[in-house]
């Protein structure tokens, strides 16, 4: 067990691990990586990669003997997986009597013999002190990569705040009482669009093998996209990357809506969960920054040497820990509310340092990805989600695609 601090029908399996599944196969795959002598494991150079992730906030108060059957996409697959729960925005411990892993068939049933218990400290209950997170012991055997894995845990005591990520554009599912061992989907009967306690998973997988974590807001959260198919741009992104034999396979979205790099509000800013929701995110080779859009249109006095101070400083944090930094340039919004030529103003000088200043280590221009050419102040209408800021699923998948593999491969 690892502590620290404040630190939705569709396929879903390739066919041989569904065959392998539901043959009874007590593992994820028809077989774990089999054992291997001390020398061999010392040469085998392996290590966690962050699969999913989701960052933390509050969602209104936790409800005792309640459980959550929550539907995550994998990006990268390995053996061994861990989970980490959350409980970042809680004021008291709370406790999990029952948490398990599993992979979904359809809704909330699961593929028969794949529902398996996970431990923490070899206990199947753990207790997650308040502003607390804790990783799970891996769990053997294999998790392929593009997979629906579900996870079930049951808290009997959890109240007070809730953590977990409000806008999940997934389909997961609540039943009162312990039913995380059911493979079936009866006792399941109310559905949530978010996810409760849970913020990563990670497996293991070949040391060659990295992730990109993408910081951002509720266009990296996916507002706006397809809700249960997975058509945010980082999905794509992790799509483009496994076609492509990409190093770097494993994908954490860590947008939140309304999210500001500044000031805190729709979640703690960019520059205060950096550490919690990017930094301990196992195998993070790259972070893709992608954030400013709030703080511009808010009209607070946020000026663009502001914004500039604040992504020098995610830079040198980042860089301090070993990681590389892409900046994504902030797209068009004119036509939304809060749009005006002097937030126009700031978003214009802070896409040229971001474009011209050589800071970050590489840049994606999402700007010139999304914007029309007969008015670069509006978003392209065929990316336009229809709000004139959020892009539809065209604009995320235009995204993904301008988004060079090879600068996530960083050194």
């Known amino acids: 067990m690892n502590l620290h601090p404040a630190d939705p029908g569709r396929r879903t399996l390739l066919a041989g691990l569904t065959a392998a599944a539901l043959a009874g196969l007590p593992a994820f795959t028809a077989s774990a990586a089999p054992a291997l002598p001390a020398a061999a494991r010392a040469a085998d150079s392996r290590h966690d990669v962050v699969t999913w ?14 459980a959550y059957r929550l539907v995550v996409r994998t990006s990268v697959g390995g053996d061994d997986l861990r989970i980490r ?34 431990l923490f400290g070899g206990s199947p209950s753990v207790t997650v002190p308040a502003g607390g997170t804790v990783t799970s012991d891996a769990l053997p ?14 808290s009997p005591d959890a109240a007070g705040p809730a953590s977990g990520h409000g806008m999940a554009m997934q389909t997961s599912y609540l039943a009162q009482g312990d039913h995380t061992a059911e493979d079936g989907a009866d006792g399941w009967r109310a559905t949530t669009g978010s996810w409760f306690y849970l913020d990563s998973v990670s497996v293991r997988a070949a040391a060659s093998t990295g992730a990109v974590a993408a910081l951002g807001d509720s266009l990296t959260d996916g507002w706006q996209s397809s809700s249960d198919l997975d058509r945010r741009w980082p999905d794509y992104l992790a799509r483009r990357l496994r076609r492509a034999g990409s190093a770097v396979q494993g994908v954490a979205n860590e947008g939140i809506s309304g999210n500001k790099v500044l000031a805190d509000g729709a979640g703690r800013s960019a520059l205060n969960r950096l550490e919690r929701d990017v930094l301990t995110q196992p195998g993070v080779r790259t972070v893709f920054v992608f954030e400013g859009v709030n703080d511009i249109k808010a009209h607070s006095g946020v000026t663009a040497q502001d914004m500039i101070a604040g992504y020098r400083e995610i830079l040198r944090r980042a860089h301090a ?22 937030a126009e103003s700031v978003r214009q000088e ?4 971001i474009r011209d200043g050589g800071e970050f280590d590489a840049v994606t221009d999402f700007d010139r990805v999304l914007r029309s050419p007969y008015d670069h102040e509006r978003i392209l209408p065929f990316f336009d989600g229809g709000d004139h800021l959020h892009p539809s699923d065209k604009g995320m998948q235009a995204m993904a695609d301008a988004v060079d593999p090879a600068v996530l491969d960083c050194a």
């Not at 992730?53 to 309640?66: I, T």
């Not at 406790?95 to 398996?116: C, E, M």
């Not at 070993?322 to 919004?333: E, I, L, N």
């Open 53 to 66: 992730a989701a960052s933390a906030d509050r969602l209104g108060d936790g409800a005792a003997d309640r």
């Open 85 to 118: 729960l959350t409980n970042a925005l809680g004021d008291r411990p709370v406790t999990f009597d029952s948490v398990r892993a599993g992979i979904r068939r359809q809704g909330a049933a699961l593929v028969p013999g794949s529902n398996r218990r996970l």
């Open 141 to 154: 055997g294999r998790l392929p990569a593009a997979t629906d894995l579900v996870v079930s845990l049951h």
């Open 321 to 342: 820990a070993g990681r590389c930094v892409v900046g994504a340039t902030v797209g068009p919004f004119k036509g939304w509310s809060e749009w005006d030529p002097a």
């Open 350 to 353: 802070v896409n040229a340092f």
